[in-house]
């Protein structure tokens, strides 16, 4: 749409003429001019309220002069008010149909106030009047179109290339609406009508026989792209025009080796290339040649643009959706080289130090990312992260406090601050702390399964409101059921309250439930099991918890004496 409102204007901004002499008195005129006059200083000075009172006294004055009218149109343009404008535009317009801006800036709030048949009247108004303007012409035509006035729309460019002859604005206009009429025919009718008349412009040959493929005119098509190919073999949109041919037809060889052709070539902009990566991101998954070629396409594609960050960023993603996730973290860290103010990469480069377990890696780009970003809360619940798995608890509670403070809106969020602020105070052995964070945590988020687990689990090492702990680790295995370890929590509170045969149904569960290869998990059943009366059983699971590495001093113990060690 054109914006009229912000076109330099004609003298009549600064000065106003009597509509006809006589008309006014001179007093009047002096006062009406005095208050124009104003009106447009606050106009200029953005004082729109000011300016909206003065160009009303001067209606009152004068109601047959269009000037105070149609700057009253254009200040209620800009504050988005559209039917007030329109209702001013249409008195100037009413009172002046001969000023072109005035018919203009009406004509366009009829259309952005959905009156469009009104709009077009007036369009057709202004070009009896200024039958060269060709703006007017495609604008009506525009607006025609978006009413679904095809056979006019078209009528009306056709009006506009008679001024200009052919045209890309013209010629186009009239292909997209035949499309959107179906007649491919007249489509291709129109794109090679601008394709002969602009030889030099391979774009529009190209436009031709994608439309001639569509209409399964493929040999036309391929003549088109096989001709266009001769005449500038090194032009890329060429290439991607002949790849997209035959990836059509599933010849996939041939469509990546034009593909490669085009990705060498500097000129071709890399948002396109990368556009066209992005397209195979689903269907290369699972297709593992298809998969080989995409990777091909990131070589050259890198090779041919090593100094821009997006190269390395989008085949991170890919590396990373193909849990290569070391070689997605070296493609991401390359791209922070060129990017190192994108806070995505910064954020994937960490979670992958966290998925690689490389909390030395984690806790240094977490610190990184934080001399960028020192108010983003992410970086400080990163850094705590990685100090808690490296034992440096007293500075992970530092940093988790800091950036718990930042968090803003988010309760899920803040949930996990907390968390991890009472998992590094547990291993401080501060457990009223770690207790309290605990609570909060759950105050953010009650359903919250890891600190509902972790908490209970504690509690029930410590014999400390065993109750609590019961009722949170249950809450745990109704939100996420199945799981081992937290089955394994619930049976352990249940013996620790003495309800030792609905612990053993729960320890079982935990061990059919893969928790076979756990050690904890099998000391435990095997607890319970000395527990029911079951020794000789128990015997057995304290031995396979031994089998499994690392046995505890109680472990050996229990072996020793067959007998539970407290």
């Given at each position: 749409m054109l914006i009229y409102s912000c076109k330099p204007k004609q003298n009549f901004v600064a000065t106003s003429k009597k509509k006809s002499s006589g008309e006014l008195s001179e007093k009047e005129q002096l006062n009406f001019d005095y208050l124009f006059l104003n009106a447009n200083k606050e106009k200029i000075l953005g004082n729109f309220d000011l300016a909206v009172g003065?160009?009303?006294q001067c209606i009152k004055i004068n109601p047959k002069e269009a000037a105070p009218y149609y700057d009253l149109a254009t200040i209620y343009t800009y504050q988005n008010k559209l039917t007030q404008a329109a209702e001013s535009a249409r008195e100037a317009y009413n009172i002046n149909k001969e000023n072109i801006w005035y018919s203009l800036l009406y004509a366009e709030l009829l259309a952005q106030t959905a009156q469009f048949q009104k709009a077009i009247d007036v369009f057709s108004d202004i070009i009896k009047r200024n039958p060269t303007k060709v703006e007017v012409i495609m604008e009506m035509g525009n607006i025609q179109e978006q009413i679904q006035q095809y056979d006019n729309a078209v009528k009306t460019y056709n009006q506009a290339e008679q001024i200009t002859g052919i045209s890309e604005e013209t010629s186009l206009s009239k292909q997209r609406v035949y499309l959107k009429q179906n007649k491919l025919n007249k489509a291709i009718e129109e794109t090679k009508k601008l394709a002969d008349a602009f030889p030099q412009e391979p774009r529009y040959r190209l436009m031709l026989a994608e439309l001639y493929d569509n209409n399964k005119e493929h040999d036309k098509a391929f003549a088109i792209y096989t001709e266009a190919l001769k005449t500038d073999p090194e032009n890329p949109y060429i290439l991607l025009s002949l790849a997209d041919y035959h990836h059509k037809r599933k010849e996939y060889a041939k469509?990546?080796?034009?593909?490669?052709?085009?990705?060498?070539?500097?000129?071709m902009d890399i948002d396109n290339k990368i556009k066209i990566l992005l397209s195979f991101y689903m269907s290369s998954e699972e297709n593992e040649e298809l998969n080989k070629e995409v990777y091909s396409l990131f070589e050259i594609l890198i090779a041919t643009h090593p100094y821009d960050g997006k190269a390395y960023s989008v085949y991170g993603d890919f590396l990373y959706r193909d849990q290569k996730l070391a070689e997605a973290r070296e493609q991401f860290k390359k791209a922070l080289e060129y990017s190192s103010e994108k806070f995505a990469i910064w954020n994937q480069v960490i979670i992958l130090d966290s998925e690689l377990q490389d909390w030395d890696a984690m806790e240094k780009n977490s610190e990184k990312a934080l001399e960028i970003f020192p108010t983003q809360p992410n970086f400080y619940l990163f850094s705590g992260l990685a100090k808690i798995q490296l034992k440096k608890y007293k500075e992970a509670v530092e940093k988790l406090e800091l950036g718990a403070a930042l968090v803003v809106d988010n309760p899920q969020l803040s949930s996990q601050f907390f968390?991890?602020?009472?998992?590094?105070?547990?291993?401080?052995?501060?457990?009223?702390?770690?207790?309290?964070?605990?609570?909060?945590?759950l105050t953010f988020d009650p359903n919250n399964v890891y600190v509902l687990n972790n908490y209970s689990y504690y509690l029930s090492l410590r014999k400390e409101k065993l109750d609590d702990a019961a009722r949170m680790s249950k809450r745990a295995n109704e939100i996420e059921p199945g799981s081992p370890s937290f089955q394994d929590t619930y049976?352990?509170?249940?013996?620790?309250?003495?309800?030792?045969?609905?612990?053993?149904?729960?320890?079982?569960k935990a061990v059919e439930n893969g928790g076979a290869s756990n050690s904890v998990i099998l000391e435990h059943k095997g607890d319970i099991l000395f527990k029911t009366g079951n020794t000789r059983e128990a015997i057995e699971y304290w031995k396979m918890a031994h089998e499994m590495g690392e046995p505890s001093d109680k472990l050996q113990q229990k072996i020793k004496t067959q007998k539970y060690i407290e």
């Open positions: 003065l160009y009303t469509a990546f080796q034009f593909l490669r052709t085009a990705y060498a070539n500097p000129d968390s991890n602020l009472g998992d590094a105070y547990h291993r401080m052995n501060k457990h009223k702390e770690s207790d309290l964070s605990y609570e909060k945590a049976a352990w509170i249940l013996f620790q309250q003495g309800k030792y045969d609905e612990a053993l149904i729960w320890i079982t």
